[in-house]
């Protein structure tokens, strides 16, 4: 019943893994987004896809690369993983694009930890 | 940076007493929302307020905003325990639509 749902809660990994995040919304909604939220709880977007296409790409590495299979899933896949990469990844999904007096339903979050 | 800014960055109170969190702003916007996060989850919507609006309620919540000074109040009337939790604003700019920024929240503690 969880409206956006992303799996693994938690993750532990070591530098230059690489790992996904999946993240799964069931509101019919047409927009996913990631978000990061860093140790001061500092909220960033990262990307956003409106019907499976890249709408947003807020000057991240290219060491991330999201997936949108369809416009239900958005899937965060990161290669070569980093210190600074911990951190906690929020999905969220919109009925549309922001802009609209659009408001965001989020997901539980994912605690990426890199030793 | 374009990202709303809360004050204070923690705030504690006793049950029953009101809390007022502010955020500032620097760009035009389309709407500001708040949100709530419980400690180790996502956030979770509360209100939006449109830039032509300049108070809006719902519940025990209480949101004003001044665009001309670039500010917006979020005030909870009647505090719970169960309000402890982490508060953002989040501006929706006019010049970067599908966006929107977070601030770094306000961290309210209600004690019994």
């Known amino acids: 019943d969880t409206a956006v749902s992303q799996t693994p809660k938690y993750l532990v990994t070591q530098m230059g893994n690489d790992k996904s995040i999946k993240c799964e919304q069931n509101?019919?909604?047409?927009?996913m987004y990631w978000y990061k939220q860093d140790s001061k709880k500092f909220l960033k977007i990262m990307f956003s896809?409106?019907?499976?296409?890249?709408?947003i790409n807020e000057t991240v590495p290219n060491r991330f690369s999201p997936k949108s299979p369809d416009k239900a899933h958005l899937n965060l896949h990161i290669n070569s993983l980093e210190l600074g990469d911990s951190a906690v990844y929020f999905c969220?999904?919109?009925?549309?694009?922001?802009?609209?007096?659009?408001?965001?339903?989020f997901g539980s979050g994912t605690q990426l930890s890199v030793l | 940076s374009q990202q709303g800014e809360e004050d204070p960055q923690a705030l504690s109170i006793q049950e029953g007493e009101n809390a007022t969190m502010n955020c500032s702003y620097k760009t035009s916007i389309n709407n500001l929302q708040w949100y709530r996060q419980n400690s180790g989850r996502g956030l979770v919507h509360l209100i939006l307020?449109?830039?032509?609006?300049r108070e809006k309620h719902s519940g025990r919540l209480r949101v004003t905003l001044d665009t001309s000074k670039k500010s917006s109040s979020l005030l909870i009337t009647a505090s719970r325990a169960a309000d402890t939790a982490s508060y953002f604003c989040?501006?929706?700019?006019?010049?970067?639509?599908?966006?929107?920024?977070f601030g770094r929240g306000t961290q309210l503690t209600v004690w019994p």
């Open positions: 989040a501006t929706d700019p006019r010049s970067t639509l599908g966006r929107l920024y």
């Open positions: 307020i449109r830039s032509n609006e």
């Open positions: 509101l019919g909604h047409d927009t």
């Open positions: 896809y409106n019907n499976k296409e890249l709408i």
């Open positions: 969220a999904s919109s009925q549309d694009k922001t802009g609209d007096d659009e408001k965001l339903f």
